[in-house]
């Protein structure tokens, strides 16, 4: 799993890709559900690793599955356009699903996993990663100090952090609250990234992402920051984004699979079954 984040700058996103892929494994005859699938960079991992595993992506943003679409073409891997609420399948359809990064977007969270729980079979397993309220201090200094200022926090443009396009952040317990109520059983919790790069979340997302997606960057730059490369570099040592990615691993070096719950972090995991 080490291979999949080798070229990855986002450090929270290397221990996500880990996590969700530790607890829903690619394999044989396995049927997967990336819900939403953004631009297919867990499809392109689970078809990378195990091709008889079946996985299928669902996106509502119609320019994102555009491009995904593109992306994941030579693949042959489904994509659908369809809302997390009314997903397009029959009950009891898949084995697992994984939800990363899309509950705190959502207004009716627990509605949202009341509709993966029904397309997942009994015993089906749903890995589901969320932005932890109580995030580092250098992962978004302006939101933290927002925060502590005036209660408040910046939610667009680059300067909007770890808010950006959220409808709220998760603590343990509001993450617990909607998956129990969403008629799903809690098998395993973690929380990690806690040493990050000074303005992570700003550099890799309010810089870096638009520059990649309006084809701003240099090839050689854009190589090296494209998920889809993931398997292997493509520049040289000395390549800008391969200096960040060597920097980014001097950090993560520090963290652990699982940090304290008192620590703050960047991410809130939680893997959770369709009881029998």
Known sequence: MQLLTANEADIAFRRRVRTIMEWVPPAVGTTVLDVPCGQGFYLHRYFHVEPACTVVGVELDAEVLDRGRRAVAPLGVP?????????????????????????????????????????????????ITVPNSNFPFWWDPVNK?????????IRR??????????????TRDALRRAVVAAGLDIVEERSFTHHCIPFSHNLVYGVGKPLLERGLLPQRL?????????????GSSWNPMALAVRAVGWFDRWNRPTEPWARSTVNLALRARRPL
């Open 79 to 127: 994509l659908a356009n369809a809302s997390i609420y009314a997903l397009p399948f029959n009950a009891e359809s898949f084995d697992a699903a994984i939800c990363s990064e899309v509950l705190e977007h959502l207004e009716d969270d627990v509605a949202g996993l009341r509709e993966v729980r029904r397309v997942l079979r009994p015993g089906g397993t749903v890995a």
């Open 222 to 234: 854009a190589r090296e920051a494209d998920r889809h490369e993931f398997a292997s570099s493509t």
């Open 157 to 170: 443009g680059p300067l909007a952090g770890i808010w950006a396009g959220h409808r709220r952040l998760y």
């Open 145 to 153: 100090t927002l925060e502590a200022l005036t209660g408040r926090h």
